[in-house]
């Protein structure tokens, strides 16, 4: 007797990606202090990278003096890239106690499976992005407009699904924990090689070669524009277009070693 | 018992690097059948049952469940297919409700039948009153038993246990197995692995041997004892007199391997009626005789004249899972 | 002891207190080889206390090397030579860390009860982890000057001035690694001194590692001022970017000093509850 053939496709895969995400949030809400490391490690980073480095604005080049407008959309997206390596190594230790088996000899598809673990990711990095948002109000960033803000969150959300894929793939690849510092190593590499600490022309050396060929680059700029000016389509299709890139390779590469598994 | 076959599996090999765990396997269980798969660890049993669930695949050989192929039809034999795998694989920071429905959505079941199936399942397991906490609370025995409903909810036609009993109390194992027989009397086909004897002996209506990756024997309980033959008696002795004593009741029946230092096993064609026989010669050699038991065939026999050797039985654990 | 002056009940004393000396010392190193091998046994362990640093340094080095050009910043050869220091000490610190986690799990499997129970001083199961601890420190100021030298960074203070940031950076990663076993020895428990490892950042980034105090930005900038890791990182900085400083160094080892009675301090009590609560 085949239950799934009682409702349409689309119906049945829409409800599994739904109980998965609905799993998933089982930690931040059972779990007490879960949420603090994802929350906490990007704000360090965004009240350290700012008293540290703030000088860095009176060079040249620099589009605004207000260094804690330049770098919270940073911290932002590392808090993505925190929470999404997370959602990796939550899948290993999914893999580890054997509760990955019972959702892979489930009929649902391989995609379905990787896209719960992957939007639950994208929705619990808006705790660590508001969190930080709101303590770079606090010290004096500037407001970015709710178009600036839209565009912020949108790009906050999407680190975090390619930051999901790249965990979710490690995870399937190691089936293992330890494979956490590369998770988590992956993305902060990714995100700050990017004009994280400076605009492009004040880059040196290998790392101004390195940021030009970036996508993730594309992704801070956009994600940056309401913080330091206007919002606009120029600035915004380029990062667009470099999280549909990413997210169509590391998704592809997850779902490969998530059909891969038990070969 | 219906005809048709539910799993068909026809030379399945697993290959890991060098070493074949799983070698030329052939079995066939029909629509409705328990079938016990027996063996010690490192078989090969989970081995083949993660083949047979499509989470492992094979490197030679072929297999259908179902009517389907476990390689390209993997996605209509999970939908046809309950699993309870040797793990309970359960998430300590879900309730046994919200387990049970997971899986109901996972099965495509529409919101309303998942809970009525959810709450079904939960009162025929006996875990009614326990649904609403945390899987992290339950005990060894319940974490099973919601495995079990867990694999259930669905209805499905062929149902895979890998060693459901295995670390459990007794009376635990019991509740295990009378649930069994109940989906059988449904008209559930079951594949159970196992390490205990008893369990096959007790719930297989067929029963297949593996060691080393090969299947070694096959057939009912039954006929696999009568293959082996006469009973035996096992006498427990002090480990200075086990020489002498085995040169004596050889002179009565052919010796089995032993299973400890201090046992020793002596085939008897005549049963009990051989005891004062035995007991006399001992008697006249001066060896004490700790105690004497008369045992007649049992599977555990049947693998030692296949393969050599007892199967180790592991001990239980009657501790709670979070204890 | 033949024809010495002292009284036989002292004579015994110096002599048992001379032979529970070399004992410990037998002791430390035992536990000292073990607790390198532990640490050099394991690189997926030791990687992160490496790996995580240099890419921070390559990054920030990249990212806000522009930064020398800022009025105000101390003359350096470049921001590369500036920022080894800081790299250094991010390591130790990432070291002390793991040393920590390494005695805390040592409890957790019950191999520290082993310890107790045998007849050897309390302190050098303690000094034995420390060890490891140092070694991390001294392997990690060698890898980074090899960075910076790979890279083009000049050592101004030449061979004597890398010899004393070497050394300075090894006692501090020990001094470091005794605050660590305290926070193991008091809660027994793994990932509570995982956990710390966001502390870490903290403290170095309320430094002067990654920047000039002067050019920081307040609150950061005061507390920077007075943070005794500051002072530490400028003695290990002073003789690559300058040559050797007597003050710095001075500066350097008292903020040493005071952190190695802080961390030995709460290691006693720490290791006194625990002897006592078990």
């Known amino acids: 007797m085949d239950a799934t053939a009682n409702l349409p496709a689309w119906r049945v895969n829409l409800a599994t990606i739904g109980a998965l995400m609905s799993r998933a949030k089982n930690e931040l809400l059972r779990v007490p202090g879960a949420a603090i490391p994802g929350v906490l490690a990007p704000t360090i980073f965004f009240l350290g990278l700012n008293g540290v480095f703030g000088a860095l604005t009176q060079l040249k080049g620099f589009e605004t003096g207000a260094y804690e407008s330049f770098i919270v959309p940073v911290s932002m997206l590392q808090g993505a890239g925190f929470t999404g390596a997370a959602a990796g190594v939550n899948m290993a230790r999914d893999i580890e106690q054997g509760w990955l088996d019972r959702l892979l000899v489930s009929p649902a598809p391989r995609w379905v499976l990787l896209a719960g673990t992957v939007l639950a990711a994208s929705a619990r990095a808006l705790i660590p992005g508001a969190f930080v948002f709101a303590i770079a109000l606090l010290l004096g960033a500037g407001w970015p407009g709710v178009d600036g803000l839209l565009v912020t969150f949108f790009m906050v959300a999407a680190m975090a699904a390619v930051a999901a894929c790249w965990g979710s793939m490690l995870a399937l690849r190691f089936k293992s924990q330890s494979a956490a510092p590369l998770m988590q190593a992956g993305m902060m590499a990714l995100i700050l090689t990017t004009t994280a600490y400076a605009p492009l022309a004040l880059l040196q050396g290998w790392l101004e070669e390195v940021a030009r060929v970036n996508p993730v680059t594309q992704v801070v700029e956009a994600a940056r524009q309401g913080f330091v000016g206007g919002v606009s389509w120029a600035e915004t299709w380029p990062g667009l277009l470099a999280l549909l890139g990413l997210l169509l390779v590391f998704g592809a590469l997850a779902l490969r070693e998530m059909r891969r598994t038990g070969a | 018992m219906a005809s048709a076959t539910a799993i068909s599996v026809q030379g399945l090999e697993r290959a890991f690097a060098e070493v074949l765990a799983v070698r030329g396997v052939e079995i066939e269980v029909g629509e409705g059948e328990i079938y016990g798969f027996l063996g010690p660890n490192g078989a090969g049993k989970t081995t083949t049952v993660r083949m047979l669930t499509t989470l492992l695949l094979p490197t030679g050989g072929r297999a259908t469940v179902a009517g389907h192929d476990v390689v390209a039809e993997a996605r209509q034999v999970r939908a046809s297919i309950g699993v309870a795998l040797q793990e309970a694989a359960l998430d300590p920071l879900m309730t046994g409700r919200e387990l049970i429905r997971l899986q109901a959505t996972l099965h495509g079941l529409p919101g309303a039948e998942g809970r009525r199936r959810a709450d079904d399942l939960l009162e025929r397991v006996d875990l009614a009153d326990a649904a609403d906490r945390r899987v992290g609370t339950y005990s060894g025995g319940m974490q099973r038993r919601l495995d079990l409903a867990a694999a259930l909810v669905h209805e499905p036609r062929v149902l895979f246990l890998d060693e459901p009993t295995t670390g459990l109390d007794p009376v635990s194992r019991k509740t295990i197995w009378e649930e069994v027989r109940a989906l059988n009397d449904d008209g559930t086909t079951v594949f159970l692995t196992t390490q205990y004897l008893e369990e096959a002996d007790q719930l297989a209506d067929n029963v297949g041997i593996i060691d080393s990756g090969r299947i070694v024997a096959e057939g009912t309980p039954a006929s696999l004892k009568a293959e082996v033959g006469a009973p035996h008696i096992r006498l427990q002795l002090e480990e200075g007199s086990i020489a002498e004593a085995e040169e004596i009741c050889r002179r009565i029946g052919p010796l089995l391997p032993p299973v400890d230092a201090k046992t020793v096993l002596v085939e008897v064609e005549q049963g009990a009626a051989d005891i004062p026989r035995v007991v006399r010669a001992l008697d006249e050699a001066d060896i004490e005789v700790g105690s004497l038991e008369l045992v007649h065939p049992s599977l555990d026999d049947v693998f030692v004249a296949k393969t050599g050797y007892h199967i180790k039985v592991p001990t239980t654990s009657s501790a709670p899972a979070n204890a | ?278």
């Open chain 3, 1 to 278: 002891m033949e024809g010495h002056s002292l009284p036989r009940s002292e004579v015994v004393g110096g002599a048992k207190g001379a032979l529970h000396l070399r004992a410990n010392a037998r002791v430390v190193r035992a536990l000292g080889l073990r607790s390198i091998r532990q640490t050099f046994r394991r690189p997926q362990l030791m990687a992160p206390i490496v790996v995580f640093p240099t890419i921070l340094l390559a990054i920030q080095t990249g990212g806000a090397g522009s930064a020398v050009e800022l009025p105000g910043f101390p003359p350096v050869q470049s921001f590369l030579q500036f920022m080894l220091a800081g790299a250094m000490m991010q390591s130790l610190m990432l070291a002390g860390n793991s040393g920590g986690i390494a005695l805390a799990v040592d409890i957790e499997m019950g191999f520290t009860d082993r310890l107790f129970a045998a007849p050897i001083s309390r302190y050098a199961i303690v000094l034995g982890r420390l060890a490891g601890t140092a070694a991390l420190g001294l392997f990690a100021s060698l890898w980074f000057f090899a960075i910076g030298l790979v890279f083009g960074a000049e050592i101004a203070g030449g061979v004597p001035g890398a010899l004393l940031s070497i050394a300075l950076v090894t006692v501090t990663a020990a001094a470091v690694g005794g605050i660590g076993a305290a926070i193991a020895l008091r809660t027994g428990s793994a990932s509570v001194v995982q956990g710390l490892f966001p502390l870490v950042l903290v403290v170095l980034f309320l430094s002067s590692a990654f920047f000039p105090v002067g050019l920081m930005i307040e609150p950061a900038k005061t507390i920077a001022e007075y943070n005794p890791f500051s002072f530490i990182v400028e003695g290990v900085r002073e003789p690559i970017v300058s040559g050797v400083d007597a003050t710095e160094t001075a500066e350097a080892l008292l903020a040493i000093a005071g952190i190695v009675v802080i961390g030995l301090g709460l290691s006693a009590r720490a290791l006194r509850h625990r002897l006592r609560v078990g």
